[in-house]
């Protein structure tokens, strides 16, 4: 196959593309459980870019994102979520009025963490989005393509180097700085969250299977280049007792369509502005720690680079944190041994004191009935 190669600084104009998505969740095959329409703006020249997605449907009274909006000048990638809602607008007042300060009220959430694929949680949506059309800061390659998923993955694999999905690429003849297919290749490892760790998968699976199909079509030519106006994603999971690792049902697929497209001159590419406070997940540290990033609040509206005084000090304060959370972990598991092994105890002796019982109350019974058999 034919790999699209990442040439920096080629599209020399802001590009921006407006559009639908579609998002459609299968619970088994054929039979979808949940259907989601979005609107999404996406902004992009060369490695920089910028991409914000907006509910449309089906439309929240609780707790729920406004908009989710990523963006990355060429290294680290930050994600904001903006929420919304009557029951959060409510939780947020209540709080004030128990006299909560504000410094301590997070109403939005962000996460930032290395480049170029951005973590496609919470909104899973963006994958396809990025991929589409912001993914040409990807490595140069000219085989296989190792790259983190562009669907939901699990914050504790998100820094796992051991973790990679492997895709097989094909740009456009017109712009192999995008591609036109992609067929992402799961290794057969499934990830369980209880216990942390990655295993094969029972039976064929665990020899690798299709992950993952994207596609984009009906290209559109815009100043000096072109993108395409059509896309989609479909994700594919495992059937069940399946017996080749060919048998799947797709578990999730994207659809979206570009409604206009052209140059942007309005304004040069920039992160998200952070409008209030804010509670952020930084996978960006190099401290060994679960699930391998710091948190921290937001009040001033400025994003905190790895070497500023701040993140430091948020290092130590996770760091303590991730301490005492084993502590307290290995004091409950040695707890529950002893639980365990003591009911295991208390078992055995009830057992034998029962057992004893029922032999103290036969035996005169026995002896009664061989008495009057004598007699």
């Not at 296989?144 to 740009?171: F, H, R, S």
């Not at 960006?284 to 701040?310: F, H, K, Q």
């Not at 040695?334 to 035996?363: M, Y």
């Amino acid at each position: 196959m034919v790999l699209f190669v990442s040439a920096v600084g080629c599209i020399a104009e802001v590009i921006r593309v407006e559009g639908a998505l579609t998002y459609t969740a299968y619970k088994q095959e054929n039979q979808p459980v949940a259907i989601a329409k979005k609107r999404f703006i996406c902004r992009f020249e060369g490695c920089k870019w910028s991409v914000i997605v907006s509910n449309v449907w089906p439309k929240a009274t609780n707790i729920t994102t406004l908009y989710y909006e990523s963006a990355s000048l060429g290294g680290d990638v930050f994600s904001l979520e903006v929420r919304s809602g009557d029951t959060f607008t409510k939780h947020l007042a209540e709080a004030r009025a128990r006299g909560v300060p504000r410094t301590l009220l997070f109403s939005d959430m962000a996460i930032i963490n290395s480049g170029p694929v951005p973590y496609c949680s919470p909104s899973e949506h963006l994958g396809p989005i990025w991929f589409a059309y912001c993914c040409s800061c990807l490595p140069k390659v000219t085989g296989e393509l190792g790259m983190k998923p562009i669907w939901w993955t699990a914050p504790e694999l998100l820094k796992d180097t051991n973790y990679l999905v492997q895709a097989y690429v094909t740009g456009f003849p017109e712009n192999p700085l995008l591609p036109s297919c992609a067929v992402f290749v799961s290794d057969g490892r499934a990830y369980h969250p209880k216990t942390r760790v990655l295993s094969l998968r029972p039976g064929p699976y665990g020899l690798g299977f299709t992950n993952a199909i994207f596609e984009a079509s009906d290209l559109v030519k815009v100043g000096e280049t072109f993108v395409p106006k059509l896309f989609q994603l479909a994700l594919f999971r495992p059937r069940p007792g399946g017996t080749n690792r060919n048998e799947l049902w797709v578990g999730a697929k994207w659809k979206g369509v570009a409604e206009s497209i052209a140059i942007d001159h309005s304004r040069e590419l920039a992160l998200p502005r952070i409008l209030t406070n804010t509670f952020v997940h930084d996978y960006r540290t190099a401290m060994a720690i679960l699930p391998s990033r710091v948190e921290y609040g937001i009040t001033n509206g400025r994003w905190i680079a790895p070497d500023e005084p701040a993140f430091k000090k948020a290092e130590v304060l996770t760091v303590r944190q991730y301490q005492r959370f084993k502590s307290s972990s290995a004091l409950a598991s040695r707890d529950r041994s002893f639980v365990h092994v003591s009911l295991i105890g208390f078992l055995l002796v009830s057992t034998l004191l029962l057992a004893f019982v029922v032999v103290k109350v036969k035996r005169p019974s026995f002896k009664t009935k061989r008495e009057r058999t004598i007699q």
